[in-house]
């Protein structure tokens, strides 16, 4: 199945997934960290559709190749701001939160995000997640490009 599917079939679904994401967009929040934790979340849910479409968004945000790099690997990466490892932790609890979990271990990263920065976060990562089951489940080409 390909994303043009996906739109054409279900156009109010797509536009309902774009309208989240752009509430976010419109509220200037931070547009790298958005889409570093977008790559990491669909590196972790194996949609290659996501993953390409948000490398080349990051690329063309200004987000150097040897960043994009070492996203994977963020943990042993002195790439990443203080901000940006919370988000990405945060990020990789929140979707693999299958299975019996302490409610401390989905503890979002009040220190260094105020509430309004928590909550659009959450939005980003349940969006992007929503995205990965979607494209990666009906097998999107990586090589189409997402909305």
């Not at 990020?91 to 928590?118: K, N, Y």
Request: glycine share 4%; net charge neutral.
């Amino acid at each position: 199945m390909s994303y043009d599917a996906f739109r054409t079939a279900l156009p109010a679904a797509h536009t309902a997934l774009l309208t989240l994401s752009k509430a976010i967009t419109d509220t200037g929040f931070d547009q790298r960290l958005t889409e570093i934790v977008k790559i990491r979340v669909s590196q972790l849910n194996g949609c290659a559709f996501c993953v390409a479409y948000h490398l080349d968004r990051a690329r063309r945000l200004g987000i150097t190749e040897a960043t994009l790099d070492l996203i994977a690997v963020w943990r042993d990466s002195p790439a990443f701001s203080e901000r940006e490892r919370a988000a990405l932790a945060w990020a990789e609890r929140l979707t693999m939160m299958a299975g019996p979990e302490s409610s401390s271990s989905t503890e979002p990263p009040t220190a260094l995000f105020d509430q309004a920065e928590i909550l659009r976060l959450a939005v980003v990562i349940a969006t992007i997640n929503a995205w990965n089951r979607i494209a990666g489940g009906l097998h999107f080409p990586p090589s189409a490009r997402a909305a």
